[in-house]
T-cell receptor, first 115, second 114 residues
Framework: GAGVSQSPSNKVTEKGKDVELRCDPISGHTALYWYRQRLGQGLEFLIYFQGNSAPDKSGLPSDRFSAERTGESVSTLTIQRTQQEDSAVYLC?????????????FGPGTRLTVL | AQSVTQPDIHITVSEGASLELRCNYSYGATPYLFWYVQSPGQGLQLLLKYFSGDTLVQGIKGFEAEFKRSQSSFNLRKPSVHWSDAAEYFCAVGGSGGYQKVTFGIGTKLQVIP
């Protein structure tokens, strides 16, 4: 597609439920990143994919968070047993490759609200 | 560990006035530095980046930033602000660990008044 897309754009869920957030990167981009943006905070790195492997998962805040990527395309971020502190905007970005000077292109984000 | 400080959470400027958004970073070697803009309801868009070379970097939309190693700063400037520049601006620093792990500041929200 023309840009990074994410779905859903908004998700409201009850505490304790599982949620899945989807990211479609730009075609041909091998690198994919997930970030979390809490209200009034900067972007918090969660996980990085190169192809379908995740060499850096260091930002995942707990074992309730997991992510997968199919080949060099779609990625899903799953949050199990959601908590109110998980409420945030989840941003996905992709880049051509892992080199430092590759620009990251961001999607519009998924706003997650946990009641 | 790398970090970014944006000391101004909110800034208000008049349309046509000059703008400077501050950014200070902490990184053990030569950093890769970025400024992104996030308009309401939009994803982040890269304004400009610094990797090496000329310390004054030109970006899109008339923005520029200057890397000052002695001050660990990478301030964003624009000589004349337009109403459409109202948005949130994020400074970020990247490492050289073989892939682009980037640490973002908390952002500066810019309000432009007529």
């Amino acid at each position: 597609g023309a840009g990074v897309s994410q779905s859903p754009s908004n998700k409201v869920t009850e505490k304790g439920k599982d949620v899945e957030l989807r990211c479609d990167p730009i075609s041909g981009h091998t690198a994919l990143y997930w970030y979390r943006q809490r209200l009034g905070q900067g972007l918090e790195f969660l996980i990085y994919f190169q192809g379908n492997s995740a060499p850096d998962k260091s930002g995942l805040p707990s074992d309730r968070f997991s992510a997968e990527r199919t080949g060099e395309s779609v990625s899903t971020l799953t949050i199990q047993r959601t908590q109110q502190e998980d409420s945030a905007v989840y941003l996905c970005a992709s880049s051509l490759g892992p080199r430092e000077n590759n620009e990251q292109f961001f999607g519009p984000g998924t706003r997650l609200t946990v009641l | 560990a790398q970090s970014v400080t944006q000391p101004d959470i909110h800034i208000t400027v008049s349309e046509g006035a000059s703008l400077e958004l501050r950014c200070n970073y902490s990184y053990g070697a030569t950093p890769y530095l970025f400024w992104y803009v996030q308009s309401p309801g939009q994803g982040l868009q890269l304004l400009l980046k610094y990797f090496s070379g000329d310390t004054l970097v030109q970006g899109i939309k008339g923005f520029e930033a200057e890397f000052k190693r002695s001050q660990s700063s990478f301030n964003l400037r624009k000589p004349s602000v337009h109403w459409s520049d109202a948005a949130e601006y994020f400074c970020a620093v990247g490492g050289s660990g073989g892939y682009q792990k980037v640490t973002f500041g908390i952002g500066t929200k810019l309000q432009v008044i007529p």
